[in-house]
């Protein structure tokens, strides 16, 4: 079978290797797309990570070939599938800390999603693997695992309804952020440098944006607020996004550190500020089997306007084209088509 190999972030290479071999409690699944997750992009661009390797994890595909003891699934089915599986049974899982989880970090799709045929294991079929139902677009529920750690880190923070978020950084991740949060009866303020972007996140739900190259963030913020807002959500958290989030939050509030580059990333903090104010620093890392759930039934459901995001869809050939595009921050999701 055909899988694209990175061997550095300017060397990709679609090779041959063995078709998967499957036992009787696991599922064959050819791929139909793959999507580029920001996760991928971290590891092709880190050094230390070991290549030549096979990424990728957000698949849709058709089962091709199904072991004797799989059960609610047939060949033929389309499915979509996501990577880590927690064991439900050690010291993280039983404080629902299931992506901190050994077994959730040592597990993963095989060979990976950019490849022409996945393995699922058993684990993966009984947890992370959905059948997609008729009439469901198969480009948006490639979505699911995304928007899955998404709904995780809502459910990591207390809110109530009428509450207002910002949201920081309006790439992917935070467009879903900006969605799913007025889903929950919350109100949104889009932060981001991007003025086209800014105007789609109040298309799709944003009550106020601002730009930081424009005005001040805190100053703009009070103005709208009164006392600042409730819960920051930081897709792009750094020292300059974390340290001015502590500053406008109300007191009372939360920074949830969502996404953050895997380099030196330091910042100092006025202990005695998050002391007397009781402010709370959280972050939400990945999904579970729950929240996987939950995902895929909003988005078959058609709660969620994904089409923005389903611009650049090309062949695996051009894998280094979609890589470029995101990394230029022209598009928010490059997808695969095998």
Known sequence: MKALFCYSRDKFAIEEMPRPRIKKDEILMETTYAGLCGSDIIKILDPEVKKPAVFGHEAVGRIVEKGDGVKGFEEGDMIVAAHHIPCFKCHYCLHGNHSMCRHFKDTNIYPGAFSQYVKLSKEHIDYTTFK?????????????????????????????????????????????????????????????????RLSLAEKLGAEHTINPLKCSVEEKIKEITGIGADIAVLSVANGNTLGEA??????GGTAVIFGTSKDKNMVEVNLWNLYRRELTVTSSYSADPDTLKRSYDLIAGGKLDLSPFISEVMPLEDFKKGLDLMLQNKAYKAIFKF
């Open 132 to 196: 997609i139902k008729p009439g469901v677009n198969l480009l948006e529920i490639l979505f699911m695992e995304p928007l899955a750690c998404c709904i995780r880190a809502m459910d990591r923070i207390s809110f109530l309804k009428g509450d207002i978020f910002a949201v920081v950084g309006t790439g992917i991740m935070g467009m879903l952020f900006v969605q799913l949060i007025k889903l929950m009866g919350a109100r949104v303020i889009a932060i981001d440098i991007n003025d086209s």
């Open 246 to 251: 502590l500053n406008y939050l109300r007191e």
